[in-house]
């Protein structure tokens, strides 16, 4: 594989190292689909009327703490809801609390299904922050996937879009069959 020096990892190895745990200020995965927020908040304050911050910690619950929403995410989709007239905060103690409208509840029973699908991925997702869905020999071999396109040097020709497309789908329906390449 050839590198670029700019695309070179700054201690020098080769970029196929152990990933060390994530730096100050780098992101996780995406946990939350467009939207996601916007049925499962209404949905917790449907259940209890609550402040913000126990919806980050009802979130993280749900996430058997593999995964805490930040204030960031969680206030601007509250504001979000109350704007849209769904939620309404209260003042309480110098802090909201947010409790369920008459349109919230009708927008949550029109959005049954798709709530279902948010508690689904939420599931899914949980397994996998926790790593219970990989080995971790797999985790790093996926990391070294990514690594190895992320750090092409960016000319794809159709001649090695085609090439590497078909090493891919090779290797998923080898994994899918259960067979070696």
Do not use: C, H
């Given at each position: 594989m050839r590198e670029h020096p700019h695309q070179r990892p700054a201690h020098g190895g080769d970029g196929f190292d152990k990933r060390p745990g994530r730096e100050r200020g780098e992101r996780g995965p995406r946990v939350f689909a467009a939207g996601d927020?916007?049925?499962l908040l209404p949905s917790l304050i449907a259940e209890q009327p609550c402040h913000g911050y126990d919806l980050i910690r009802q979130i993280e619950s749900l996430f058997d703490g593999a995964y805490t929403p930040s204030p960031g995410v969680i206030y601007p989709t509250l504001t979000f809801l109350e704007e849209s007239d769904l939620i309404v905060g209260n003042a309480d103690g110098?802090?909201?609390?947010?409790?369920?409208?008459?349109?919230?509840?009708?927008?949550?029973?029109?959005?049954?299904?798709?709530?279902?699908?948010?508690?689904?991925?939420?599931?899914?997702s949980k397994r996998s922050l926790r790593g219970q869905d990989r080995p971790p020999q797999i985790h790093e071999a996926v990391h070294n996937l990514r690594h190895a396109l992320h750090s092409h040097h960016?000319?794809?020709?159709?001649?090695?879009?085609?090439?590497?497309?078909?090493?891919?789908?090779?290797?998923?329906?080898?994994?899918?069959?259960?067979?070696n390449l």
């Open positions: 927020l916007k049925l110098g802090k909201k609390r947010y409790t369920i409208t008459d349109a919230g509840r009708l927008f949550l029973s029109e959005q049954a299904v798709a709530l279902d699908g948010v508690r689904m991925r939420i599931d899914v960016g000319r794809w020709s159709p001649e090695e879009i085609d090439r590497v497309a078909a090493l891919l789908n090779s290797t998923a329906q080898a994994i899918a069959d259960g067979k």
